[in-house]
């Protein structure tokens, strides 16, 4: 007998081993550096998220978390380069609502969505705000719109690139207004904010996280906000509904995704901890106030709820309206 059960010794061993083996994990990580990757310049909204989020986990889990860069693509180009890194919970990206609208938008992505990324967390959402600068004759969206319906292709609009959900949302308006702008698209929030405060362009529309601080500075004047109720971030700004287009809401968001394959408890793990920094009042203060954000803080598997509700909703308008990339 005791023959037999020193037989079965490595196989019990093993066993306890798979079964300890992932909780042990979890608790040792971070040992060594972590990288998130921004996949848009800095001066948008992904960035800020990215770096603070970034400080607040150096400090708690006693690793570095380091920001990296790699914008371009409308961010598939930063999201690709996590899909195809290794899966062991050292490189992360944050997402923005471009993340559902590149698959159908982009022809030679060299990643899936939904099988190469394993999702961590919905940061959380916010309604868009089209802007102009105070200089420009718009006081009003219907001042905008008229000015469009008198003078066809003459009024222009910046987003952050073609197909974007700000380009996108403005598709829809365009059509339920029967009016028509120029659209003028950038490579990110930053660069658009940029030539809405020079002039350049006639307008601009990104996530109130962008927007909010040069509205309330006066250094650009709202037109509308596109969520169903009123932003906490600026609400003396009547939102597309209030203004005759009915029902209408489109929300910019903020996501982690890792590449697919993570250990789940590390997934689990950096969800927890970024919940507590999303809970914590500073930060919670930073986000609604500031920028404007409705936080979800949401598990993973909403994550990829959303994820796959915002592909289906988007794709539909890209291919009805023929959007191409930049």
Do not use: C
Not at 193 to 219: E, F, P, R, Y
Request: zero cysteines; charged letters at 15%; glycine letters at 10%.
């Amino acid at each position: 007998m005791i023959a037999n059960l020193l037989r079965g010794l490595p196989l019990l061993l093993a066993m306890l081993g798979a079964t300890f083996a992932p909780a042990t994990l979890a608790q040792a990580w971070p040992t060594k550096a972590v990288t998130f990757v921004s996949p848009f310049p800095p001066g948008g909204s992904v960035d800020p998220i990215a770096r603070l989020i970034a400080a607040k986990l150096t400090d708690a889990l006693g690793q570095q978390f380091i920001v990296e860069n790699r914008v371009g693509a409308s961010g598939s180009i930063g999201t690709g380069y996590v899909a195809k890194a290794t899966p062991d919970g050292y490189t992360f990206v944050f997402v923005f609502d471009t993340h559902a609208v590149n698959p159908s938008l982009l022809p030679k992505m060299t990643f899936d969505t939904l099988k190469d990324l394993a999702p961590v967390m919905l940061i959380g959402t916010a309604p868009m705000a089209l802007a102009t600068a105070p200089g420009k004759p718009y006081k009003t969206f219907a001042d905008f719109v008229a000015a469009a319906k008198a003078k066809p292709d003459t009024v222009s609009y910046g987003s952050i690139g073609s197909g974007s959900l700000g380009h996108l949302t403005m598709m829809l308006v365009q059509e339920a207004g029967n009016f028509k702008v120029i659209h003028i698209p950038y490579k990110g929030g930053g660069p658009m904010v940029t030539d809405v405060l020079g002039g350049q362009i006639d307008s601009g529309i990104g996530s109130v996280a962008v927007m909010s601080a040069h509205i309330k500075s006066g250094k650009m004047r709202p037109l509308a906000v596109t969520g169903e109720t009123r932003s906490a971030a600026m609400p003396e700004v009547p939102t597309l509904a209030e203004q005759g287009y009915k029902g209408f809401s489109a929300l910019a968001w903020w996501g982690i995704f890792a590449p697919a394959g993570t250990p789940q408890p590390i997934i689990d793990k950096l969800n927890a901890e970024v919940a507590k920094i999303l809970r914590s009042p500073d930060t919670n203060k930073q986000l609604t106030e500031t920028m404007g954000m409705d936080i979800k803080a949401s598990s993973p598997a909403a994550l990829q709820t959303w994820t796959e509700s915002e592909l289906q909703r988007w794709a539909k308008v890209i291919k009805e309206n023929n959007i191409r990339p930049d």
